[in-house]
């Protein structure tokens, strides 16, 4: 009995022992002292100060409208029928693939305690099989490749002096909400403050923002054309907003945007310049001051916004809201003396409202309209009453693509041809009164959904040998989930044509129809499916 006790003693304190032993292993591993009992098993914490994103797009597209001018094999941007050269016809058809990748790089260094961060992001595109061995943006894909196609869309520093400041400086995003673009999703962005409709791109300059708990502000100073550094030739853009929350569920705010333009029409867009006399008002559907000789423009808008529950998470509606009126002043220099070009004022207005009728986001009922003024007889009395917005000065430079419509206005599944029938909320100065609806439903969440929408719009101003309705799209899409932010879609549109078309009139830019014999054109279509990648 004594032997059976001291052995089963024995026993015990050798299985303690080792128990102890290997518990001190593990902990020791565990910390980081020892060596390699979780190898493999736990993964290595993160390198935190580098990280990349990448958003990835590839479509197979068919549609009856396309360039006619034989050198925009690349990127195609602007107003279906405008400068670009762009038609419908019956009697061909497009068929091709295109793809992009815009990648994410960004440096945050353990040095600055995350109070430093160096952003870059880049764009590539192509249609596939479209050129080789060459330079130049939206192109590369042929036989053996080995294009100089890369393009920059962001390289800027972020600092962070103090808790939720934020100092931009750099070439970076120039967006018209109140929100951080750096800090709130793209969608968000798409249903508040403007909405896009006047500043949408990127652009080189300083930002500051403030984010508090219930409020928000930012002010900015961006540089949009330098031209001859010598010179007093500039086109700079400075702004200042707010928004406060009012109640949980809504919130409100305003800004001020200034434009001081003393380019006369320089710089810009390859052949086509920029700014209020140049040939991107007709490649983009804006208006087109006709202004023989040197100009100065100096042009304030004046905006208020509001929104309701925004994210949609509150409860089951959701409505947005914005106002905006610019205005400003045209001199022309004529034999010398500088008189008055154009004395300027226009409104644009918007309202959108939202119902979630099921369980996720994706059971979606959206109704809008959108409204801006127009001008009714080109300046002879020397008053432009219609909007401007940036896309006097870039292309695009703003982007309407929340509307869920795909011809009639913009649409964000888009390569290298970005031409709807309303490229800008001017409607070449004309203005316009139109609006949108779209059903969404989710057959299985998170996985498998339909929308069916349609949208509408008319003319402010009847043209010449024309009238006013523009015309009324219907359109529809499914798509499925192949896992986080990875999808498979499919789209169509068809758009019916008005009597707005009917009109060959160059008075206020490029011919409406764009022909002039008149007669109005075919109704445009357009079927595409895509996948979609957002990888991080």
Excluded: C
């Excluded at 015309?471 to 044509?497: D, I, P, R, T």
């Amino acid at each position: 009995m004594k032997k059976i006790f001291t052995l089963s003693l024995i026993l015990i304190v050798f299985f303690l022992y080792g128990y102890d032993a290997r518990s001190q292993s593990i902990s020791t591993s565990m910390t980081g002292n020892n060596i390699n009992y979780y190898n493999g098993q736990v993964p290595k914490k993160a390198n935190k100060e580098f990280q990349f994103m990448a958003y990835f797009i590839s479509q197979g597209v068919s549609s009856n409208f396309y360039p006619e001018n034989v050198f925009m094999k690349g990127q195609v941007i602007g107003r279906l029928f405008g400068d670009n050269t762009t038609h419908t016809a019956d009697t061909s058809t497009n068929y091709y693939f295109e793809q992009r990748l815009l990648p994410f790089f960004i440096y945050q260094p353990h040095l600055f305690n995350g109070k430093a961060t160096l952003r870059a992001s880049f764009e590539i595109d192509w249609t596939w099989g479209d050129q080789a061995y060459g330079t130049g943006g939206n192109l590369g894909s042929a036989i053996s490749g080995d294009q100089v196609n890369i393009q920059t869309q962001n390289l800027e520093v972020e600092i962070k002096p103090a808790t939720g400041w934020t100092v931009n400086i750099g070439l970076q995003r120039l967006f018209d909400t109140p929100y951080d673009p750096y800090r709130t999703m793209f969608d968000k962005m798409t249903e508040t403050g403007y909405r896009l409709m006047y500043w949408g791109t990127d652009a080189v300059g300083i930002r500051v923002n403030r984010d508090k708990d219930f409020s928000r502000w930012g002010f900015g100073y961006f540089q949009l054309y330098e031209n001859d550094i010598q010179q007093n030739d500039d086109v700079t853009l400075q702004y200042a907003t707010y928004e406060g929350d009012v109640s949980p569920l809504w919130k409100a705010g305003g800004s001020v945007h200034y434009v001081r333009d003393r380019s006369s029409g320089e710089g810009g867009v390859s052949i086509y310049g920029q700014g209020l006399n140049s040939r991107l008002n007709e490649y983009n559907g804006t208006f087109k001051f006709k202004f023989d000789g040197k100009y100065k423009a100096d042009i304030v808008w004046l905006g208020g916004f509001f929104s309701r529950n925004a994210d949609f998470m509150m409860d089951r509606y959701r409505l947005t809201g914005f106002a905006n009126y610019n205005i400003g002043k045209a001199n022309e220099e004529i034999s010398g003396e500088w008189k008055t070009g154009a004395d300027i004022g226009g409104l644009a207005a918007n309202l959108r409202f939202g119902y979630r009728y099921g369980q996720t986001t994706d059971d979606v009922v959206t109704i809008e309209t959108v409204f801006s003024s127009g001008d009714d007889n080109n300046l002879t009395d020397n008053k432009y009453s219609g909007v401007i917005t940036g896309n006097t000065w870039g292309t695009p430079a703003n982007i309407y693509i929340s509307s869920g419509s795909y011809i009639l206005f913009p649409h964000a599944n888009v390569v290298n041809r970005y031409t709807p029938l309303i490229a800008d909320l001017s409607n070449m100065g004309y203005g316009l009164l139109g609006g949108a609806m779209n059903l969404s439903h989710g057959f299985v969440p998170y996985k498998f959904t339909g929308k069916v929408g349609t949208s509408w719009a008319m003319s402010m101003v009847e043209p010449q040998g024309g009238g006013q309705q523009i015309g009324l799209e219907a359109n529809a899409a499914l798509k499925y989930s192949l896992g986080v932010f990875m999808s498979v879609e499919m789209h169509g549109a068809y758009v019916w044509l008005g009597d707005f078309y009917d009109s060959n009139d160059n008075s206020y830019s490029y011919y409406i129809n764009g022909t002039k014999t008149g007669g109005r054109p075919v109704n445009p279509w357009t079927a595409f499916l895509v996948f979609k990648w957002l990888m991080f």
